[in-house]
Each structure stands twice: as C-alpha cells, then as structure tokens.
DNA sequence: GTAGGTATACCGTACAGTGAGTGTACAAAG
DNA sequence: CTTTGTACACTCACTGTACGGTATACCTAC
C-alpha cells in the first residue's frame, strides 16, 4: 500500500543521512539503506535517481541545521566579538564530545569524491561553507570589522581545520586552538583598524 | 622468475599510491592495484597481509616527502618569521595548481576511515600531522616565540583548513588567506611578547 | 662440486559475498 | 482506468581473500 509519498522519501533520507555520515559513502549501499529505511531498494531508486543523488540530498539536508548551530553559538554568547568566535568553536568542542561524531560530514564526503570535481555533492558541499562564511562576513561587517570577507575566510578555514585534526587526532584540545587563533585574529582586526 | 623481492614491493606501494589517492581507499580495488603495479593479486597478498595494511603502507610513504617539502619551503624563504611561515602555504598552493592534486591524502583517508578509529591507517597519519607540528614548534621555539607549541598548532590548523577548503572550493584564494592568518598569528606572537 | 632440501617470490584460479541498478507485477488513490 | 508508490526477484560485474602450484636462489652434507 502506498504510504504519502514525501514521508516514505523522507525515512529514505533519513537512513542515508545517519549511515552515509557514520560509515562514508562507498561504505554504504543502497541495499544497507533500503533496509534501514524499511523499504526496497527498488523504493530507493523510486524517489532517487541513483546513488549520487541520494549523496547530494543527504548534504543538503545538513545545510540549514549545521548553519543553525553556528548561529546559535555565537548568538547566545557574551562578551566581546572574538569571545563570540571563540564560542563557536567552544560549540563545536561540544558536539565533538558525542560518541557518534565522525568529523565534518562535507568534507568528509567531499574527500571521497575528490575524483569526481563535477559530481552533486560538490556544489552542495561548497554553497554550505561559503553560507557559513557569508554569515559570518555579514556580521563582522556589521561590527566595524575591517576586511570582514578576509576574517571570515580565515575564521571558516580554522574551523575547517578543527574538524580535520579533531577527527585525526581526538583530541578536543585542537577546537581550543582553532578558537584561541579566530580569537587572536578577530581581536587583531579590531584593534588594528586595518588587516 | 623471482625479482628482487623489494622492488616488487615497492612497485605495489607506488601504484598503490597513485590509485589510493586519486581515486580513494574503498573505490580502490586490490584488482586496480595489482594490474598497475604489473603483478597479479596473489603477489600483493603475498608481500601484504591484507588492504588495510597497505592502506597504512600508503600513508607511511608520504609522511616523509610531505614534511620535508614544508621544510623546504621555510628554509628557502627569506624575510622575518612571519613572511617565512607564509612562505610554507605559498608552496602548498603551488603544489594545488597540480591538476592532479586531491587534497591531502591523511585527511581524506582518515576522513574515510572515520568509523575506524583503530585503523593502522589513523595512527600513520596522526603520527604525521604531529611530525609537522613538533618541527614547527621547534622553528619557534628556536626564534623565541612565546608559548611556540600553540602557535604551531595553530598554524598546522590553518594547514588542515587550507587543505579542506582548497579541495572543497578550488579556489587558491583559500590558501592564501590561510597564509595571512597564519604570518598574523605568529607576528602578533612576537610582537605581543605573551599569547 | 654436486645432490637434495628449504626458503623466497611469484602466478593462475576459485569463491563466496556484495555492489548498483532493472523488469515486472500489484495495490491503492484519484 | 490511469497514475503513483511499493515489493520481489533478478542481472552482472566486481571485490577481498584463500588455496595450490611453480620456478629460482640459497644452503648444507658429503
């Protein structure tokens, strides 16, 4: 009996969500999915056209909330603007902690098709860390920083670099010394009133 | 007829090295690997006890080559600290420019290897990513920088970070930028005389 | 020095399992 | 009665690993 369409599609993305993240995408089949989802295989490609599709849905859908998450951190925090930074990554020191956290799960996926520059997922991957550095662009420039497009990216290449050496090395001391260098860095711009 | 025992080995650890990166670990077939390398499959097992350990095999080659290319570039440069730091992300972006650069093969194979922590593979390339943040801090320390193991963690961050951007974007401006957050941090070390 | 044995290095083949993707049937909804 | 959504059963190529066999190199006893 067909279910409502949508709800099936969304139980699909759902399992492709937590077993692409906790396994990688070539480690994951479609057969594993299927199952997880409690549906057929023949289901999966029902609602998506193939693999890669279903890899670039599964990005997408960790668009917004990742975003969120950021925003939140740095919205709920006191304090000066690089302690708001450093409150980010004190954030993401958090959910690192969670036994269930693989690394970043762009980059992540973004590694593995490092051979395929055209595929999906890529754009996807991109257009999330590049709303991540507008955003935060955005509110620099609201706060008098100059060269708040430069900060941003440097401030986004630093939590790029938490996430990697997080996942290498688990050891929660890097997300410290991510925040401690976008703090350094924002409070400079400030004080300096030029890069 | 038998060859010379290591060089049949080596021959494997360098197809190996050129399938594992540009393709990846697990789209990689032990088959690929054998044709490339001119032997047949049995011979691989016969010189490794399985993929995984030559997964771990592949890393341990590069972890030399890649740390002695940063020290190339830091001792080549001229100028005051700063400039010279910079100097290091200036060679990584020339080596991007490649068209056959994938980013960094330690990210991306721990990146697929995330839901294996006790992989061999995770040690190798933790050891390495240590390796260059213990030379580094050593450079510091050497030039006086205060507190010189957390700058140099901090600028190995920027390395992970100008990687995972680089890869993700295509876009050397990323690299860059991660230079000039990394000649700021070290500068504003010096300068400041106390993190 | 040479017969016979042992270790080394390699190949061909087999196998059991799994991968993405498809053809077709069938039930419900409109 | 046509469209939509789901299931079962299937193909076919590929994948990691294991087994058995073979040719050369090396070593030791006589």
Not at 78 to 92: N, S
Request: with cysteine; hydrophobic share 40%; aromatic share 10%.
């Amino acid at each position: 009996m067909p279910r409502s369409g949508a709800k099936t599609r969304d139980t699909i993305i759902v399992a492709a969500n937590t077993l692409f993240y906790r396994f990688g995408i070539k480690a994951t089949s479609l057969d594993a999915i299927a199952e997880r989802a409690g549906v057929t295989k023949r289901t999966v490609y029902y609602h998506f056209r193939s693999k890669d599709d279903l890899i670039a849905e599964y990005l997408a859908t960790r668009d917004q909330p990742n975003l969120e998450a950021f925003q939140a951190w740095f919205e709920q925090a006191r304090g000066t603007l690089p302690e708001r930074v450093r409150a980010i990554f004190d954030g993401v020191a958090e959910t690192i902690g969670h036994a269930r956290w693989r690394g970043c799960g762009f980059q992540r996926t973004v590694g593995e098709l490092a051979n395929k520059p055209g595929h999906p997922a890529f754009k996807v991957a991109s257009a999330h860390k590049k709303r991540v550095e507008s955003w935060l662009a955005y509110e620099f420039q609201q706060r008098g920083v100059p060269h708040p497009e430069d900060i941003a990216c440097q401030v986004t290449l630093l939590l790029e670099g938490a996430f990697a050496a997080m996942l290498m090395h688990r050891d929660r001391r890097y997300v410290t010394q991510a925040g401690n260098a976008a703090a350094c860095i924002v409070g400079h711009s400030l004080s300096g009133r030029s890069r």
